[in-house]
């Protein structure tokens, strides 16, 4: 399952592992950016239903954005190379 998954994110994955050098990471750096993922799309989801209950369509603006970012983080947190973490968070030796 996890491959099949790998292989859908792959362009995300790929732009991330593919960098150069040293890198420094750390086990926290992975939970965090799990943690950050899923904060991203409890925001999405609050965004989505306030807008929703007020009939708003430009409140989908907000929900696409911080859904989109929520999905980021968690692909990379949980299909991603040690690398790819780093990368996100921009920690290179």
Known sequence: MKSFFTKIFAPILN???????DYA???????????????FLIIS????YF???INQMAGLLPVIL???IGVICLVVALLGSDK????????RN
């Not at 750390?26 to 904060?39: C, D, N, Q, T, W």
């Not at 790819?84 to 920690?91: D, E, S, Y």
């Open 51 to 53: 807008s929703l209950l």
């Open 45 to 48: 989801g609050v965004a989505l």
């Open 84 to 91: 790819a973490v780093a990368k996100i968070w921009r920690n």
């Open 15 to 21: 732009a991330l592992e593919n960098a150069e050098g």
């Open 25 to 39: 990471y750390s086990p926290s750096h992975r939970k965090i950016l799990i943690v950050m993922g899923l904060l």
């Open 66 to 68: 911080f859904g989109a």
